[in-house]
């Protein structure tokens, strides 16, 4: 039962370029979420969505950054016009329906470098 | 949305030390959790903690819930070289999870 899958694993993006990642949540999962961790911070709820619906997208930047999770497909997280600052780990994670508060597994992560 | 303060940020062992992280909330939490990462990885849960009072065992980790339901801690007994990463605290919203800061441990052999 493979776990949540995320890649790539590792990023290099130029500032103005734009970064992809792409999330598959666990077999069975119907919930994505995504967080952002800062070098030697906790990490920042982002996003949090459902096959072809976002659900709360209160910790997202209003700007350069969207999320979807199609009918089909991995979740992804695209970050248009890359700046330093966007230089991070980003996490997701994802829960079986119905949520009440259990486990969330998260994938490896994306380390994120802009150069 | 809740927050959650970590203390400390980081503690220095050597093996065999016991370790004591503490998160601490100005309300009432329904639950919470605690996740460790270990260095270049990603968080992986320990445990859910729901009722006041409740304490949970995993062999040398006890993680413990507060009377008021605003305080939790975790320890671990006997360090081990292992057991290097951070850990961290977790409340559960309406529909995601807040993390505190983490408390990084590392162990000295």
């Known amino acids: 039962n493979a776990g949540v899958m995320q890649n790539p694993r590792h990023l290099v993006r130029r500032r103005g370029q734009e970064a992809r990642l792409r999330c598959s949540p666990m077999k069975g999962h119907s919930h994505v979420y995504w967080y952002r961790q800062l070098p030697e911070e906790g990490l920042k709820f982002m996003v949090y969505l459902q096959k072809e619906n976002i659900i709360d997208e209160s910790g997202m930047p209003k700007e350069r950054f969207s999320a979807e999770f199609p009918k089909e497909g991995p979740s992804i997280l695209r970050i248009q016009q890359v700046v330093r600052g966007d230089s991070a780990a980003y996490f997701c994670?994802?829960?079986?329906?119905?949520?009440?508060?259990?486990?969330?597994?998260f994938g490896p992560g994306t380390r994120l470098t802009v150069t | 949305g809740q927050q959650v303060m970590q203390i400390p940020q980081y503690q220095h062992v050597q093996e065999g030390e016991d370790f004591t992280t503490y998160c601490n909330s100005s309300?009432?939490?329904?639950?919470i959790q605690w996740y460790k990462q270990r260095p270049g990885g990603h968080p992986v849960f320990l445990i859910q903690l729901v009722k006041s009072g409740e304490v949970k065992k995993q062999k040398r980790l006890t993680f413990q819930f507060g009377e008021a339901k605003k305080n939790s801690s975790l320890h671990i007994t006997a360090t081990q070289t292992t057991d290097v990463g951070t850990y961290f605290c977790?409340?559960?919203?309406?529909?995601?999870?807040?993390f505190g800061k983490g408390t990084m441990l590392l162990v000295s052999p």
């Open positions: 994670a994802s829960s079986p329906p119905g949520w009440g508060g259990y486990e969330q597994y």
């Open positions: 309300t009432t939490l329904s639950n």
């Open positions: 977790a409340v559960i919203g309406y529909s995601t999870l807040t």
